[in-house]
């Protein structure tokens, strides 16, 4: 038999243990949350960074919330967050998407908008890269890439005559749909 000792002295020791991996991961939470926002707007943060803290923060949602951590805190930093890269815009919307801030039909219609205006129908391909950089972090995302698939076939051939596509438009088009199928087909 152990000592009594000992006994108590493992118990206090594992409630220290307990209470400092409680407070870490409450202040590793709350930290990534308070950068979020900075993230998604500095140029000098790539894509793939401010997809890896998405990713961290999603990923461990479950475990912060189940150590007191409280959800509000990572929706205001995403409605704090105003990216102007269109890749960033699109992770964000990814990330509004896996909060239930944004709906997917209300998604559906922001990339139908984007693909309706010719000054940023160009600029889809970006949008589509944000989109593809956010399947890590939110997986169910991966219909996004059906959606989108389905926009890109669809609306660069049905065109009204008042807004012509030049050749290297139609190029993108075809580019931004093999990136799209490929995506869905390399999550299903």
Request: net charge neutral; hydrophobic share 45%.
């Amino acid at each position: 038999m152990r000592p009594a000792s000992r006994t108590s002295t493992g118990t206090s020791s594992c409630a220290c243990l307990r209470s400092v991996v409680i407070s870490v991961g409450r202040a590793g939470y709350a930290h990534y949350c308070t950068l979020l926002p900075t993230a998604f707007a500095d140029d000098d943060t790539g894509l793939r960074q401010v997809g890896a803290m998405l990713g961290f923060l999603f990923t461990l949602e479950s475990l912060a919330l189940s150590l007191g951590c409280d959800r509000a805190q990572l929706e205001l930093a995403i409605r704090q967050s105003h990216p102007g890269a269109p890749a960033k815009v699109a992770l964000l919307w990814a990330a509004k998407t896996q909060l239930g801030l944004l709906p997917r039909d209300e998604l559906r219609a922001r990339c139908d908008e984007l693909l309706a205006s010719p000054l940023v129908v160009t600029a889809f391909p970006l949008y589509l890269s944000g989109f593809v950089q956010a399947l890590e972090p939110v997986p169910a995302l991966a219909a996004v890439g059906d959606f989108a698939a389905d926009s890109l076939s669809a609306n660069p051939w049905e065109r009204p005559s008042s807004t012509p596509m030049p050749e290297p438009r139609r190029v993108l088009w075809r580019l931004g749909y093999l990136v799209c199928a490929a995506v869905s087909a390399a999550c299903w």
